[in-house]
C-alpha cells in the first residue's frame, strides 16, 4: 500500500553567517541530516531522541514550515490543506490578542472556506469536538488554563479536516494528570476521525502508548525504527538502549532493581558531526570501525519485522550495556494514563 508521507533522504541545515555588513558563510548546522521515512494512512509514528537531536526541525519540514536544503517530502493529497500541526507550547502558539474564536478559525479563512456564519458554526462545532465550551469562543487564550489552551491549539490544526497532524511535543509543556487528558483525547479523535499523527516526544512512556511504529533519532539522523512493542521489548541500538534505561517506570519496586546507563561525554555539536557513526564518542560498544564507516540502516532480526537498526555492533538479545557494564532491565511497563476530563 502506498504511504500516505514519504520522506526521503531529506537534509535541514542552517547557515552560521559572520561579518557586520558583508556577511560570509562559516558553517553549518546540521539540523537533518539524511533522513528517510515513511508512514502509513490511520497509523501513528512516534518520534523520540534527545534534545537536539532534530525532530522539531524535521517536524516543520514535514509541515512546509522550513524548505528543505535537499531531499524530497511526498504526500498522498494536499500538503497545504491535509498536513497541520500541533504546537509544543499552548502559550506562545496562540496570539494573546485575539479572541480564541478567530484563532481557531485563521486557517478557513486563509483557504477561503464558508461564508463568516459558517466558520463561526465549525469553530464551534471545533471547540465542542475537543472538549471546550462553544459558547467561550469570543474569549482570550488568558482566560484559559494550559490544558485548554491546548485543546484550542488541536481545535485550530483540525479546522480543514487534515489528513496527517504532525504533533511536536504536545504534551511536554502540561502537567502531568493534564497530559494523559490530552493524549487521549489525541486518541480518540484518530479513531473518530481516521487522522494518521507523527508524534514527536522526548518522554518514552507517552510515545510507547500512542505509537505503532517508533523512529529514534541522535544527532540529525534516525539511528534505529521498529514496531512499538519490539522496539521497547528489544533495542538493537545503543542509544536506543540508553534511552529506555532512562524512562521513568510506573512499578516503584522495578525502577528502585534497574540501573541507569549513564553515556559518557556530551552530544556533539551538529556544525561538525563526528566521522562515521555519530554516536561513537559516546558509545559503550565503540569499535575503530565505527570511527571510520558510517552504518546504514539495516533489518534486524526478522527482515519482515520491519526493525532497522544503523549500527556496526547491534545489541543482541539478553545482552546487557552500561558504564561499567551496569546490567538493566528490560521489563515492559505501561504509563499510567487515565481518561479523563477537560482542563
Known sequence: MRPLLRVTDVRKYFPIREGLFVQKEVGRVHAVDGVSLEV??????GIVGESGCGKSTLARCITGLYPVTSGSIEFDGDPRREVQMIFQDPYGSLNPRRRIGSIIA????IHRVGTKAERRRRVQELMELVGLNPEHFNRFPAEFSGGQRQRIGIARALALRPRLVV????????????QAQVINLLKDLQAELGLTYVFIAHDLSVVRYVSDRVAVMYLGRIVETAAGEDLYKLPRHPYTNALLSAASVADPDLSARRERIVLTGDVPSPI????????????PKAMPKCVTDDPRLLAQGRPEGGHLAACHFPVEP???????????EQESTEPHLEKGGGT
Do not use: M, N, Y
Open 167 to 178: 504533533c511536536d511535543e504536545p504534551v511536554s509543556a502540561l502537567d502531568v494528570s493534564i
Open 272 to 283: 561538525a558531526p563526528p566521522s562515521g557513526c555519530r554516536f561513537h564518542p559516546r558509545c
Open 318 to 328: 539478553g545482552e546487557r550495556l552500561g558504564s561499567e557494564k551496569a546490567q538493566i
Open 40 to 45: 502509513r494512512a490511520g497509523e501513528t509514528l
Open 106 to 109: 485563521d486557517p478557513l479563512v
